[in-house]
């Protein structure tokens, strides 16, 4: 297998024995990434002479014999949204921001640098990361790896991470997600994620520290094999000063998580939460997917989750998801002079004005209201967890949409409402903080990629890398990314 498509824990297992060198490794993503960038606009920013450097650092460091750390010389991309790599532009998918430049680097790469991985990049991402597909009026669309014309999108709003890793641009990615940005993309590009448990990765928001709580956002890692996200995972838990709540994670061995047998494991399935439409070829592929993983050994049975209804759920989120949008715009305005609803609108994408100016609609007695409902969700699903280590479901409602296709009114003929709620069935676990592991579940007859999503209790990440490993085992995916 091609350096590109080999696994960070592969690499880093031949960058410490000296099989292969940092330099080699680097040169060969470098190589990939000329070669595909820029059709697929993975990365909106290219760190060539600092990672080259970074490589010569840790190929020196492996000579001398060094104490190496567990992603020594492992290239990784980082997505472009709070996320910020000192010396290097962080634009945040904004257009009028095109020329900002961090001053310092997140914990996040703090914590990446320190283990030993080599940024080469960040990643595209649509405005603020405000919506489910990856557009920006600065460089355009990302489309998935699995499409050769190019015409349907990686996901959102992590595409750009997700398309870089199904294309053999990195083996390692950063995501952020408040409402399906890891899991999404980890779909429409058959990759894996983990939405880790609220304040087990530490996200250092600046200025308002306190935003990640409602809906629930996080960062995550994401990969193309669970071992390689269960590796990323353990370099990036942990408490942090800079975020109010972050915590000492559970004395857990995430990489040991992964070498359990499907027998271990008692899953629910719900085709669609029970309140969403699915469309048949989805709800067809992730049951085929969990039939593999019943014959490994796992206990599989179909549950019902009794919570809101999808319009209650539907105003609780949207209410909840767009004031935060405004008040992100709001500090953009007063640190960046960026007018997002005015002379500015014209540089951004309308969905991100609109979902600005609806935000700004809410009051705080509206927003408050919704934890009630999310309350409602919570019981809903824990009383599921209570008989089940995971439950199980598809991520997405469709396969990849295009680039321009409307969101879906219709599937298979039930009504839809036409909204990016009614394509993704993440975003109620922003609203109840579940921990969330992605996977690939499998492809269409055109060769679309499906996704399935693992859920489970707090602070249970291991369980559901187990369970995704053992339907990794079983189902595999390795083989099917387009150039491998």
Known sequence: MSIAFRSATDLADAIRTGEVSPVEVVEAFFERIDDRNDELNAYVNVLKHRAREQAREAEAAVEDGEDLGPLHGVPVAIKDLHMEIDGVPHTMGLAPLADNVAEESSVIVERLEEAGAIPLGTTNTPELGHTMRTYNELVGPTPTPFDPEGEYNAGGSSGGSAAALAAGLTPLATGSDVGGSLRNPASCCHVVSVKPTFGLVPMDNRPDAFSSHSPVGVFGPMARTVDDLALMLTVLVGQDDSDPFSVVPPETDYTDATDRDASEFDVAFTPDLDTFPVASSVTSICRDALDALAEAGATVTEA?????????????????????????????????????????????????????????????????????????????????????????????????????????SKIDGERAGGLPMDW???????????????????????????????????????????????????NPWAEDYPDA
């Open 424 to 474: 993704g069935l993440t975003w109620p676990f922003n609203l109840t903080g579940h921990p969330v592991v992605a996977a690939p579940a499998g492809l269409t007859d055109d060769g679309l990629p499906v996704g399935l999503q693992i859920v489970g209790s707090r602070y249970d990440e291991a369980d559901l890398l187990g369970i995704a490993a053992a339907l990794e085992d079983a």
């Open 304 to 408: 019902d989750v009794d919570g809101p209804d999808k319009g209650t759920l539907n105003y609780a989120y949207g209410t909840e998801a767009t004031p935060l949008f405004a008040v992100m715009a709001h500090h953009l305005e007063e640190e960046f002079g960026v007018d997002v609803t005015g002379e500015d609108a014209a540089d951004l994408s309308s969905s991100f004005v609109q979902t600005v100016r609806m935000g700004d609609g809410y009051d705080a007695v509206d927003y408050l209201k919704t934890n009630a409902v999310r309350t409602e969700l919570y019981d809903a699903v824990e009383a599921v967890l209570a008989d089940h280590d995971a439950l199980v479901m598809p991520t997405l409602s469709t396969p990849p949409l295009t680039h321009d296709e409307p969101y879906p």
